[in-house]
């Protein structure tokens, strides 16, 4: 198939979807209120809680959600063929995905901002809140470490990153002092923060930086150490300071990177020379149920939740603005996905060099796609993506040297703040966890952090190396995708408080559980096979805590459901 009409098709259909179904949701379903008082208002601090432009919050969700998930999930699905990967993202993002986010964000806008996890207490009981907790806290373990040896990965592989992503730091300041400290419109500083990036960019194709061995350690281990103290310091900081404008510049960058993406499609319009369908890939596990874990992010992703009920909950400024941010930026991401399938599947073919040989079609594809071993890798996985993309943007004219920088930064740039905000994510969980068990000295800002920070500098440094994170990259798509499928569980509760229709969220909660659980066993079977000890007793403790979660969820749903319990006072 020609790539254009695959662009054009997912467009057109997330653009119908957000009008229809998703405004069916917002007005029928969760009947947003145009009047409420947000929490970013009712508890400003100007810390955490800030209310926030609806375009600037969209910017900040959009790449906090974002990351390398959308990236590396499809990147590595295609492997089972194009069509059933893109089947997912669509129908994922449209009825799973973008009503998870969506749900989460309204739920959390009506219970002064708190957590997914800790309005369970409420919900359900205060044991589940312990539960869900639990579970959140080994999911962003997982992904503050595995997010700081990505960013490391890929700033040894692409060097040239380096500057731009550095001086993104003092452009956003600038733009955040200049938007609010000096009052100047968003829209035009953005701009001129957005140009200042793409210089750097150029300069960083020019210049790239090459991080030695010192004191023993990788580059990639000292890489490590630096983005897990700046991630402590970026995640202290007030919002606005660096978080929100940052974002923003990274939704602009976005929408730069797909629109030069969708112009190299136009002009270059590459054929897809991905299989449309490979079930017996060598080496690969079985497509059922393994895809839906594999495209997290792209479709639906527990970490979403946490994002939409953890931060941006706390920064929205009016419920009605919470279906752009939730359930279209999920849409947004499912059209990133797409693209990156594009990219992997048609743009990869146009030309890649390995070991002096360039190959192009189909040999290309196969070269990066020839067994699971090799497609799983995770140098495989981002240099399949920016290869490809660097390939169509080099049909509009655009030297290598820069087409490689643009989307190598374009890859980092979400990673970061993926990084950024699961680190201040953590710091709420362990501040809600601490005090749940009477330890209210731990849940301050300071000491909650060094948590979030040191947890992950051990598991990314457990085997010596700075890198025992990607071990753990495995289990990380089958906790995320539980976590989806918990959260829906909750949201799935809340509607049946308020009488309204169930089967909006119940259907995905069921179909999520079931088939990750599923998945999370193959893991676990594939975790003992090996001895691999320590993923399996992650994911075991992950597995049995849910299995909790769900039992006693579900006795309080049927009774809730069946009105043998009065609606919580304080749930509106």
């Not at 792209?298 to 939740?305: E, K, L, N, V, Y």
Request: aromatic fraction near 12%.
């Amino acid at each position: 198939m020609n790539s254009l009409i695959l662009a054009i098709g997912a467009f057109v259909l997330y653009l119908v979807a957000y009008h229809t179904y998703g405004k069916f949701l917002g007005q029928k379903i969760f009947k947003l209120n145009p009047d409420a008082v947000c929490p970013s208002k009712e508890f400003q601090d100007n810390i955490d809680f800030v209310p926030t432009q609806k375009p600037i919050l969209f910017g900040h969700h959009f790449t906090s959600i974002a990351g390398t998930g959308p990236i590396v999930g499809p990147a590595i699905a295609i492997i089972w063929g194009w069509v059933p990967a893109l089947l997912w993202i669509l129908i994922g993002s449209i009825f799973m995905g973008a009503v998870h986010d969506f749900g989460a964000m309204v739920v959390s806008l009506r219970n002064q901002g708190r957590s997914i996890g800790d309005i369970a207490a409420d919900l359900i009981s205060k044991r589940v809140r312990t539960l869900f907790l639990l579970i959140i806290f080994f999911e962003l373990w997982i992904v503050v470490a595995i997010f700081g040896v990505v960013i490391a990965v890929i700033f040894n592989m692409f060097p040239q990153a380096v500057i731009p992503i550095w001086l993104e730091i003092p452009i956003a300041v600038w733009l955040g002092h200049m938007v609010y400290k000096k009052g100047a419109a968003h829209l035009p500083m953005s701009i001129i923060a957005v140009v200042l990036m793409y210089i750097t960019v150029i300069v960083g194709a020019y210049v790239p930086i090459k991080m030695p061995a010192m004191l023993g350690l990788s580059p990639v281990a000292l890489w490590v150490i630096i983005l897990l103290i700046y991630s402590y310091i970026a995640s202290t900081l007030p919002v606005q300071t660096l978080l929100q404008p940052r974002d923003y510049i990274n939704s602009h960058q976005l929408f730069v990177a797909l629109g030069l993406l969708a112009l190299g499609v136009i002009v270059a319009h590459p054929a897809m020379v991905a299989p449309t369908t490979n079930f017996a890939a060598k080496g690969a596990p079985p497509i059922w149920p393994m895809l839906f874990v594999v495209i997290a992010c792209g479709a639906i992703s527990g970490f979403h939740a946490l994002v939409s009920s953890g931060t941006s909950s706390k920064q929205c400024d009016a419920e009605t603005s919470s279906l752009t941010i939730g359930y279209g930026s999920m849409l947004m991401e499912g059209l990133l996905a797409v693209f990156v399938l594009i990219a992997c599947g048609a743009g990869l073919a146009l030309g890649l060099t390995k070991g002096g040989q360039t190959f192009t079609g189909v040999e290309a594809f196969n070269q990066n796609y020839a067994s699971w071993g090799a497609a799983a890798g995770l140098g495989t996985m981002i240099s399949s993506f920016v290869i490809g993309s660097a390939n169509m943007l080099e049909s509009l004219g655009i030297p290598h040297t820069i087409t490689i920088t643009i989307m190598g930064v374009f890859v980092v740039s979400f990673a970061a703040t993926t990084l950024d905000t699961a680190t201040r994510l953590q710091r709420y969980i362990v501040a809600e966890l601490a005090t749940a068990w009477g330890a209210p000295a731990l849940a301050k800002k300071h000491p909650a952090t060094t948590i979030a920070v040191v947890t992950a500098f051990i598991l990314a440094f457990y085997n010596g190396s700075g890198q025992g994170a990607l071990k753990l990259w495995p289990l990380f798509g089958s906790v995320n995708q539980l976590l989806a499928g918990l959260a829906l569980l909750v949201i799935t509760i809340y509607l049946a408080y308020k009488k309204a229709p169930l089967r909006y969220t119940l259907i995905p909660m069921v179909f999520m559980i079931f088939m990750t659980g599923w998945a999370m066993l193959i893991n676990l079977g594939d975790y003992y096979t090996k001895a691999n000890w320590l993923l399996f007793i992650i994911g075991l403790a992950v597995f049995i805590l849910e299995i909790w979660m769900v039992i006693e969820s579900v006795i309080v749903l049927k009774k809730v459901y069946g009105a043998e319990m009065e609606p919580v006072a304080e749930m509106r």
